[in-house]
């Protein structure tokens, strides 16, 4: 069954450093989401891209973070300098429309000391 | 900015028992989701409600909506270990495509 893939499961990295997270949405699928989940807490929308450019983000998805959709499977998350407060596991998801079910890929884990 | 509210927050339950947890949003939409996700797990897809009155069950789980009343259930017979997980509700505000504003989460766990 068709699944959405991401990269790394988990990262370790410094305040201040550049983080990339990596995800391929399933094959068929047009519209591209990213969103986040501090511990313990709910699911958070970040941003949605569709035709390769951003349609929606929300006010976490600030100029630190840019998405990216660099080759014809691989969809990116970028935080340019991050954060302590960045800490989460950050989800991928894809769907065929822009509106209906949302495939979640199994997550990065995002630690940032 | 649409809430979206659940209960229970935490929910434990004997094997075998019922119990329904609730979902409430606070702005119009006919589109909603329930999602499980299991401890350091991903979010799995449980149902998809796409008008008022929808109703699916899948096993020994039921999920309902009320566009008017603005709720949804999720409703769970003769409870089973297994179905111990975190349960979300998520709605898709109309007109802005599939951002998804997910509930607080119902924490279930099923004791034997």
């Known amino acids: 069954e068709p699944e959405v893939t991401q990269t790394p499961s988990h990262q370790v990295t410094q305040m201040g450093q550049e983080v990339i997270l990596r995800c391929v949405p399933i094959?068929?699928?047009?519209?591209f989401y990213w969103y986040r989940q501090i511990l313990g807490q709910k699911v958070e929308f970040l941003v949605s891209f569709y035709n390769n450019e951003i349609s929606e983000k929300s006010e976490i998805f600030d100029d630190q973070f840019s998405v990216e959709r660099p080759d014809g499977s691989n969809f990116t998350l970028k935080i340019r300098s991050t954060k302590l407060e960045d800490s989460a596991m950050y989800f991928c998801?894809?769907?065929?429309?822009?509106?209906?079910?949302?495939?979640f890929g199994e997550g990065s884990r995002l630690t940032v000391l | 900015e649409l809430k979206v509210e659940q209960n229970p927050l935490f929910l434990s339950m004997q094997e075998g028992k019922n119990y329904t947890i609730y979902c409430n949003y606070s702005t119009t939409s006919d589109r909603l989701y329930w999602y499980r996700q299991d401890p350091g797990k991903s979010l799995e897809s449980l149902f998809v409600?796409?008008?008022?009155?929808a109703v699916k069950q899948e096993g020994r789980l039921m999920a309902s909506l009320d566009t008017k009343a603005r709720l949804s259930t999720l409703h769970i017979t003769a409870a089973v270990h297994d179905l111990s997980a975190t349960y979300f509700c998520?709605?898709?505000?109309?007109?802005?495509?599939?951002?998804?504003?997910f509930g607080t989460g119902t924490s279930l766990t099923v004791i034997p």
């Open positions: 998801a894809s769907s065929k429309g822009n509106t209906g079910e949302l495939f």
């Open positions: 998520a709605v898709d505000m109309a007109g802005t495509g599939n951002q998804f504003y």
């Open positions: 094959s068929n699928h047009l519209y």
């Open positions: 409600l796409l008008s008022n009155g």
